[in-house]
């Protein structure tokens, strides 16, 4: 995922969009969105992400976030993939209830084969369209887009019903990710 992002402004507020190789619809499981969002808890913690507002999908995430003072942002997303990727990976292999995993595994590995920087498998497609959000209308209008999300998907009828997504703390919940800042 050696990948040039164009994240322009190092101190900038960015909306990114992630999805898995072929849209699989990884993130239909619980093991998989926790450890998703362990790892998002780890950046946040440890690498300096901060993290405004986001949603896990079934094949992909959705994410506003900002990098502290000296950290590049397209270095914290790469890294967040990365990890992910091997990660979740191995805990599709690993998993005795996945019913799916040899059909994943194989998409994933053959996406893998065709880029010559990686070793098995390619997870993550490499784009994520970074937009650098600055104004209050687009960060309302991202942070709604997000939080609609899985309403619009039919998943949910409200956005804070749904467990993966920053929704719950804007309506003044206790969301599953620590530490979301609020910037509505």
Known sequence: MSRNYNFLNPDGIYFVSFSTVDWVDVFTRRVYC???LESME??????????YAWCIMTNHVHLIFSAESGRKPGDLIGDLKRFTSRALINAIETNPQESRSEWMLSI????GKTRSNLKNFQFWQHDNHPIEISRNYEINQKVDYIHM?????GIVALPEHYLYSSAIDYAGGLGLMKGVVLIC
């Open 34 to 36: 926790d450890l998703f």
């Open 42 to 51: 780890y950046c946040r913690v440890n690498k300096g992400l901060t993290i």
């Open 108 to 111: 994933f590995r053959k996406a």
């Open 149 to 153: 999300n899985p309403v619009k998907s």
